[in-house]
């Protein structure tokens, strides 16, 4: 028999594995890149979608919230209001009865009621200017100056 020399190479090309090594490690960077890139984007993305979702609960919720205080606050400044309106509510029916007490207790004649007046605003405008006593006050010329000064008993017994 004829002995065929025909060899049949069993190896590949020199060269040629280093060549395939270098194209698959480029392909395994290629697909590795792409599924870390492929979770980055479903990462994002489901953390932005989670957001929004949390957002469209929070906001009726915050409204709710938000409505509550308003209410609580309007309440309180209600209550305030009707505090203040009771207060003067009382400070008027105290004036009213020291006006009548005043109408029935004074001999005077309506005309001197504006010098009673002048009187009680003098007497309260010296008391708070540190007046301590009648010398200090002087005699500006008041009926019920001179009444106090000579010791008599004023005729209005709220004054005395």
């Known amino acids: ?13 020199k060269g040629r594995v280093q ?20 979770e980055e984007i479903d ?4 953390l932005n979608r989670f957001h929004r979702r949390t957002v ?9 919230v938000q409505t509550e205080e308003e209410c609580r606050q309007q ?3 209600m209550m305030e209001l009707a505090a203040l309106k009771a207060q003067a509510d009382e400070d008027e029916k105290m004036a009213k009865q020291m006006s009548h007490r005043l109408q029935r207790y004074s001999p ?18 010296v008391s708070s200017s540190g007046a301590r006593s009648e010398s200090d006050i002087g005699d500006h ?18 004054l005395s």
């Open 1 to 13: 028999m004829a002995e065929a020399k025909e060899e049949v190479p069993t190896l590949p090309p």
């Open 19 to 38: 060549s395939v090594r270098q194209q698959w490690s480029v392909h395994e960077d290629g697909a590795l890149a792409y599924r870390i890139q492929n």
């Open 43 to 46: 990462q994002h993305y489901g």
């Open 56 to 64: 469209r609960e929070d906001i009726p919720v915050a409204k709710v």
């Open 75 to 77: 309440e309180e400044r």
């Open 108 to 125: 005077l004649p309506p005309e001197t009621d504006q010098a009673l007046d002048d009187e009680v605003g003098f007497l309260c405008q």
């Open 141 to 158: 010329g008041s009926p019920f100056i001179s009444l106090r000064g000579s010791k008599k008993k004023s005729p209005n017994p709220i």
